[in-house]
C-alpha cells in the first residue's frame, strides 16, 4: 500500500471517529430530553419542576438585564423557549403553566404604567401552543409504538423459547429416527413378501421356507431391532442345530447349554438378560433368545442375539423381535396357518387367510390389534362404480377379499394393526373421496358399513357371526 492510499485510510478512519462521537453526544442529549422514565414520573412533581425551571430563568434574565428581564426588545422572544422546551418534553398542560408564570412574572417585575405587549405573549403563546399539540401528538404515538415493541418483543420471547424447543424435538426425533429407521408396519410389509416367495418352495422339507428366506428375514429384524451380532439357528425334530441358516454380523459358536437358550426352549418364549423369570446375575454369553413360533405354537427355530446396542435393549424392541418371528413363521407354515379358514371358506384368497390366521395369532402373543371392515354396494352402474372406486382406495398393508353376491356386491378388508381411531380415519377417508369425486356419501350412495375388532376367540365362528350381521352371503 503506498504513502496516499495510508494518509487516507487514517483519514477516513479519524472521520468515522468523530462522526461516531459526535452521534454519540447528539444521542445522549436526545436520552435526556426524550428519556421514558422522566415522563413516567407523578404529575405534582413534574408540575413542580416546570414552575421551578421558569422561575430559575426569570430571575436569571433579572439579574442578566435589569432594564429588559423579558428580552422583549431583543428581537426573538428567547424566554419562550422555556416554555416551548416545556410543553415538548411534558405536554401541552406544562407548556400552558409555564407561560402562565412568565406571565406572572412580567407582572411582578414590570411598571405600572408600562404598556402591555401584546404581540410578544400572543406570538410566544401561539408557539406554545403549536410545540404543546406536536408534544402531545407524539407523545401518544410514541407510547403506542412502546407498547407494540414491548408486545412484540414479548411474542419474539415466546418463539424463541418455542423454537428452542422445536429444535430439540426436532433432534429427539432425528435420533430415534436414526436409532429405529424400520417402522413395524414396514418390516411387516417386508416379511409378507417373503411369505408369498415361499409358496413355491418344496414342501417335503419343514425348513426349507425357512432357510431359503432366514438371511433376508434376519436383514429385516437386525434393522428394525438394531441387532449387531444374531443368529438363526433351525429346530427340527427336537433338536436344535448347531450351524447357523444365517447370521448378521461376525458369527460366534453356539452354546447349547447357556441359561438363556435352555429357558426358551423349555418355555417357548422371549428371554433376555433383564427377564423377571430368571434369577439376577446370571451367567450368559448372550443379550436376548427368541423363539420362532407359529401360530400352532409348533417351533422353526430360534434367534440368538449376542451383541446389541445398550439403548436398544427395551422392552419395546424386544416385544417387536418377538413379533417379527411370530409374523415370519407362520409366513413360513402358511400352509398349516391359513389351512383352518380355507377349510371354511373355500374362495377366500390365500393371502387373505394367511394374513387373518398371523393377526390372530399376533393379537394373542403381543396384545396388537387388527379389525375387519365390511363394505356392501348395490349391483347397479352407481354401486360399481363406487365397488371400483373403493376397491383400488386400500391402503399398502390391507388385504380385501371381494365377495360378489346375488343382491348386493361386498370388500371385507382386513386392517392390520388398526383399531378403532384408524378404522375411523380409514372409512373417513374414504367418504371424503367418494364426496369428492362423485358427490355423495356412504348414505346417499347405498353403502352399507360394519366394522369390528379381529376375533381372536373362535376366529372362524367370528367371522361367520360378522357375515350374518352383514347379511354377506359367502
Known amino acids: 500500500m503506498s504513502a496516499q492510499e495510508r494518509k487516507g485510510s487514517q483519514r477516513a478512519k479519524a472521520f468515522k471517529r468523530r462522526r461516531s462521537a459526535i452521534g454519540q453526544g447528539g444521542s445522549r442529549w436526545v436520552e435526556l430530553i426524550a428519556s421514558e422514565r422522566l415522563q413516567k414520573r407523578p404529575v405534582p412533581l413534574i408540575m413542580l419542576e416546570t414552575v421551578l425551571a421558569t422561575a430559575v430563568v426569570l430571575i436569571a434574565l433579572r439579574f442578566a438585564d435589569p432594564a429588559d428581564p423579558m428580552l422583549i426588545g431583543a428581537g426573538f422572544g428567547w424566554v419562550w423557549l422555556v416554555p416551548l422546551v416545556c410543553a415538548l418534553r411534558y405536554g401541552l398542560v406544562q407548556g400552558v403553566l409555564s407561560s402562565l408564570v412568565l406571565l406572572g412574572g412580567y407582572y411582578l417585575q414590570a411598571p405600572a404604567d408600562a404598556r402591555f405587549p401584546l404581540p410578544f405573549f400572543l406570538g410566544g403563546m401561539t408557539l406554545v401552543l403549536i410545540g404543546g399539540q406536536f408534544g402531545d401528538t407524539w407523545g401518544n404515538k410514541l407510547r403506542h409504538m412502546r407498547t407494540v415493541t414491548d408486545y412484540l418483543n414479548e411474542r419474539l420471547g415466546v418463539l424463541t423459547k418455542s423454537h428452542f424447543l422445536l429444535r430439540l424435538s426436532h433432534e429427539r426425533l432425528e435420533h430415534d ?207 360399481r362404480t363406487l365397488f371400483d372406486h373403493v376397491q383400488m382406495s386400500r391402503r399398502s398393508l390391507d388385504v380385501q377379499w371381494v365377495i360378489p353376491g346375488a343382491d348386493r356386491d361386498a370388500i371385507l378388508v382386513l386392517m392390520p394393526l388398526s383399531g378403532e381411531s384408524a378404522v375411523e380415519g380409514f372409512l373417513l377417508r374414504i367418504e371424503e373421496s367418494m364426496r369428492a369425486q362423485f358427490g355423495i356419501d356412504f348414505e346417499s350412495g347405498h353403502v352399507s358399513v360394519n366394522t369390528m375388532p379381529l376375533p381372536t376367540e373362535s376366529p372362524a365362528q367370528g367371522l361367520a357371526a360378522f357375515f350374518r350381521r352383514c347379511q354377506i352371503h359367502v
Open 177 to 383: 429416527l436414526l436409532s429405529r429407521p424400520a417402522s413395524l408396519r414396514d418390516s411387516l410389509s417386508q416379511l409378507r413378501a417373503l411369505s408369498f416367495q415361499s409358496e413355491g418352495l418344496s414342501q417335503g422339507q419343514d425348513d426349507a421356507p425357512l432357510k431359503a428366506h432366514a438371511r433376508r428375514f434376519l436383514e429385516v429384524t437386525a434393522h428394525a431391532c438394531q441387532l449387531e451380532r444374531a443368529q438363526l439357528h433351525a429346530y427340527r425334530q427336537g433338536q436344535l442345530e448347531t450351524e447357523p441358516v444365517a447370521a448378521a454380523g461376525a458369527p460366534f459358536a453356539l452354546d447349547r447349554d447357556d441359561i438363556l437358550l435352555r429357558f426358551a426352549l423349555e418355555h417357548g418364549t422371549l428371554a433376555h438378560v433383564q427377564s423377571k423369570q430368571l434369577a439376577p446375575g446370571i451367567h450368559t454369553d448372550y443379550i436376548a433368545v427368541a423363539p420362532i413360533c407359529d401360530a400352532q405354537g409348533e417351533m422353526l427355530g430360534v434367534l440368538v442375539v449376542r451383541h446389541m446396542p445398550f439403548m436398544a435393549l427395551t422392552e419395546e424392541n424386544l416385544q417387536l423381535m418377538l413379533v417379527l418371528c411370530g409374523y415370519y413363521a407362520d409366513g413360513v407354515r402358511h400352509g398349516a396357518v391359513s389351512g383352518l379358514l380355507l377349510s371354511v371358506y373355500p374362495s377366500c384368497p390365500h393371502d387373505f387367510a394367511l394374513d387373518f390366521a398371523r393377526l390372530v395369532h399376533l393379537y394373542g402373543s403381543a396384545g396388537v390389534a387388527s379389525s375387519l371392515v365390511a363394505l356392501t354396494f348395490a349391483k347397479d352402474d352407481a354401486g
